[in-house]
T-cell receptor
């Protein structure tokens, strides 16, 4: 099992550009989520999904879109990148039952100039 | 609303010292889950432990131990005889109990440096 994979590992964007961060898991987990990590802020939830076709907003959703067409994949789209979106992005997944631990991908370090 | 407070931001110890990382949480729910994650310098997040609110037994895993006290809303993590490889950022997290939609709320993390 590869677990949770993310691509790319690093990305530099110019302000206004768009891009998609990819996330895939091979554990057949229904729940998937995206977090951003900023210095001194811990991890904050951007969007999450409890299954294919179902997504919802987290704590900091503005500027990001998600979709979930398959159980395995949960891409995060930045529509028009801003310097405030410079961060490390983590994708995670878990089984659907409440209280299950989440397993995290290796992260994507994004810089917006 | 749920909240996790990790008041210590940075801790530095010398190898073989014991160190305790504090975690205090707030929730209105009677059923909830608590977690600790480790983030080593390589950046990945590693799951360490999960504890549900009905299980107040302390847990020990090798040099790691966890003390859960509902009376003080705390879930502290102790590393005994610390090693350089324990240097990392440690996050405490709290999960709502509500099944499929339950979300994880993280503390801001504690940076632990273990010096040789």
């Amino acid at each position: 099992n590869a677990g949770v994979t993310q691509t790319p590992k690093f990305q530099v964007l110019k302000t206004g550009q768009s891009m998609t961060l990819q996330c895939a898991q091979d554990m057949n987990h229904e729940y998937m989520s995206w977090y951003r990590q900023d210095p001194g802020m811990g991890l904050r939830l951007i969007h999450y999904s409890v299954g294919a076709g179902i997504t919802d907003q987290g704590e900091v959703p503005n500027g990001y879109n998600v979709s979930r067409s398959t159980t395995e994949d949960f891409p995060l789209r930045l529509l028009s990148a801003a310097p405030s979106q410079t961060s490390v992005y983590f994708c995670a997944s878990r089984g659907l039952a409440g209280g299950r631990e989440q397993y995290f991908g290796p992260g994507t370090r994004l810089t917006v100039t | 609303a749920q909240k996790v407070t990790q008041a210590q931001t940075e801790i530095s110890v010398v190898e073989k010292e014991d160190v305790t990382l504090d975690c205090v949480y707030e929730t209105r729910d009677t059923t909830y889950y608590l977690f600790w994650y480790k983030q080593p310098p390589s950046g990945e997040l590693v799951f360490l432990i999960r504890r549900n609110s009905f299980d107040e037994q302390n847990e020990i895993s090798g040099r790691y131990s966890w003390n859960f006290q509902k009376s003080t809303s705390s879930f502290n993590f102790t590393i005994t005889a610390s090693q350089v490889v324990d240097s990392a950022v440690y996050f405490c997290a709290l999960s709502e109990p509500t099944g499929a939609n339950s979300k994880l709320t993280f503390g801001k993390g504690i940076t632990l440096s273990v010096r040789p």
